[in-house]
């Protein structure tokens, strides 16, 4: 079993719905990061953190530590959000243990 | 603009030689990383650097050399010991060797054996 866990491994959407990817980790952490991975392959750090939620444009991210699960949400979705979204303890120092992706494409 | 490139995007390499990949950043940061991404499965890291003339074993260093002679530079070698070196390469610095910052991403390097 992976240390870090995601879920779903495949989402489909249609434009404008609401979109929930999930992490869930075994280990203690000291901070959890969302990165976005273009199909070029280029990897975004989206969000870094560590207690309560975090919110940029569409994206809002959120984590339990008592639960050992953070969210990834997008609201109204746009075709353009179509990328790989990863999830990555920082369990440590500067270490990053990844979880294995969430394919996601959004269709118009 | 400030960033990190890797080079070449594309390489293909001969049974039994080494190759090099470039990493260079222009940002500044101590630490450097280099990441392996395989088909299915999460990045796992390879080797890396939080100083100059510094560097540590990742989960998965076998095959591999890297060198931080420069603070913008760290080069990852595969060497023909690296038995299964097909894959997607992805490097990384972030401002700070604890990691209280987040790590910024090259674009990556597909390499190929022939």
Not at chain 2, 19 to 34: I, K
């Amino acid at each position: 079993k992976n240390e870090v866990e995601q879920s779903p491994q495949n989402l489909t959407a249609q434009e404008g719905e609401f979109i929930t990817i999930n992490c869930s980790y075994s280990v203690g952490i000291s901070a959890l990061h969302w990165l976005q991975q273009h199909p070029g392959g280029g990897i975004v750090s989206l969000f870094m953190l560590s207690s309560g939620k975090k919110k940029h444009g569409r994206l809002i991210a959120t984590i339990n530590i008592q639960e050992k699960h953070s969210s990834l949400h997008i609201t109204a979705s746009h075709p353009r959000d179509s990328a790989v979204y990863i999830c990555a303890a920082r369990t440590s120092g500067s270490r990053l243990t990844f979880g294995e992706g969430t394919q996601l494409t959004v269709n118009p | 603009d400030g960033g990190i490139t890797q080079s070449p995007k594309y390489l293909f390499r001969k049974e039994g030689q080494n190759v090099t990949l470039s990493c260079e950043q222009n940002l500044n940061h101590d630490a450097m990383y280099w990441y392996r991404q395989d088909p299915g499965q999460g990045l796992r890291l390879i080797y890396y650097s939080q100083i100059v003339n510094d560097f540590q074993k990742g989960d998965i260093a076998e095959g591999y050399s890297v060198s931080r002679e420069k603070k913008e530079s760290f080069p990852l070698t595969v060497t023909s010991a690296q038995k299964n070196p097909t894959a997607f390469y992805l490097c990384a610095s972030s401002m700070d060797r604890g990691g209280n910052q987040p790590q910024h991403f090259g674009d990556g390097t597909r390499l190929s054996i022939l």
